[in-house]
């Protein structure tokens, strides 16, 4: 007969997020030493302890009382490593990484983008653990030009080539991502930031039908098309649901320009339709918990964003949200939401 507490461990899934302030983290560190696989802090320097683990501080901040520290909990202890400067956190299912470099003077985005995803996929493949479920990138200026062309749209074509030198597919390979833009911190180097979640196992990239796959977008809007899946299916039996950044495109164009609130509406769409997809797939989306994160370009805009998300049908009981100010990668759009879902029992 399987215990209660042995039942719920069971239900852990491979790795859960949380967002925490600084007065809590203390107590979850002290609670959850060896299975704490990292700790992002958003706009926000490294709490005032020891921590067990890698930290990264993004230069982007959490809007108006939202918990700063990210902090990612694997179902089991986990084993460290650094390697060219990425720190893995890995259990016998899942590796969680995160790298964090400088560009300085005369480096070019696009090359030390490329050469960053170069080390973050042989990492992986030393670590047994090939398959991308899930990446986040933050880029300071990611609307800004870099050599005549946009730094997104160059970001865009070192992650490209990166994927094709290290011998993925793009349409079989690429994880659910985000891409935001972060501060510029006047006399530093700005940093680029990318963290991930890779599996030993396969997981499955689910596309959007209301959007064209964003690595089919034309050419307007960059010479290579970002290379990322709209949704991602962690492998069985993790049954976690990764939404990428999602935005107010339909088809390959931006709806409602400067008009936040659809934006919004138009976002939260797109989102149960990836829900949709994943229900098709067996995935019951009536979730016990999910972490969502909303990116919005103008802090102004903040309280419109949570009204239409307030009313909207993705937030449920169990869900939490934290509100950020970012650029996001094109221009014309206001507001971007990602989450992460899952049916075990997130609260470890
Ligand atoms: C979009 O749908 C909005 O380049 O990794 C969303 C999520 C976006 C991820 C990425 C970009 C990325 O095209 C932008």
């Known amino acids: 007969m399987i215990s209660c507490a042995e039942h719920i461990?069971?239900?852990?899934?491979?790795?859960?997020?949380?967002?925490?302030?600084?007065?809590?983290?203390?107590?979850?560190?002290?609670?959850?030493?060896?299975?704490?696989?990292?700790?992002?802090?958003?706009?926000?320097?490294?709490?005032?302890?020891?921590?067990p683990c890698g930290f990264v501080s993004v230069t982007l901040p959490a809007l108006n009382g939202s918990a700063p520290y990210e902090v990612w909990l694997a179902d089991e202890a986990v084993t460290r490593t650094t390697s060219a400067g990425i720190s893995f956190a890995k259990t016998g299912s899942i590796v969680f990484g995160c790298a964090s470099i400088a560009q300085r003077e005369g480096d070019h985005l696009e090359d030390i983008t490329k050469s960053l995803y170069g080390q973050i996929f042989d990492g992986m493949d030393q670590l047994g653990m090939p398959h991308f479920a899930r990446a986040w990138h933050y880029l300071p200026a990611i609307n800004s030009a870099e050599d005549a062309l946009e730094r997104y749209r160059r970001f865009s074509m070192g992650r490209h080539e990166a994927f094709l030198a290290k011998g993925r597919q793009i349409e079989h390979d690429a994880p659910a991502a985000s891409a935001l833009g972060s501060q510029i911190v006047a006399g530093q180097p700005g940093q680029l930031v990318i963290y991930f979640i890779a599996t030993a196992s396969r997981g499955t990239p689910i596309e959007?039908?209301?959007?064209?796959?964003?690595?089919?977008?034309?050419?307007?809007?960059?010479?290579?098309?970002?290379?990322?899946?709209r949704a991602f299916l962690a492998p069985a039996p993790q049954d976690i649901f990764y939404v990428s950044g999602t935005a107010s495109i339909v088809g390959h164009e931006t709806l409602h320009a400067n008009d936040v609130r659809a934006q919004t509406r138009e976002t939260i769409a797109n989102i149960l339709a990836l829900n949709r997809e994943a229900e098709q797939r067996g995935v019951n989306t009536k979730r016990q918990a999910t972490h969502m994160k909303v990116y919005v370009r103008h802090a102004t805009d903040i309280d419109a964003v949570r009204a239409e998300i307030d009313a909207g049908e993705l937030v449920e009981k169990n869900t939490d949200i934290v509100y950020f100010e970012a650029d996001i990668c094109r221009r014309d759009l206001l507001v971007e939401i990602e989450l992460l879902s899952c049916n075990a029992e997130q609260r470890q």
């Open 9 to 51: 461990i069971a239900e852990r899934p491979a790795i859960a997020v949380r967002s925490m302030f600084a007065a809590d983290i203390a107590q979850m560190i002290d609670a959850e030493l060896a299975r704490v696989c990292f700790i992002i802090g958003f706009g926000v320097a490294a709490p005032a302890r020891t921590l």
């Open 208 to 229: 959007n039908p209301r959007q064209v796959s964003a690595y089919r977008y034309p050419q307007q809007y960059g010479p290579k098309s970002p290379t990322f899946a």
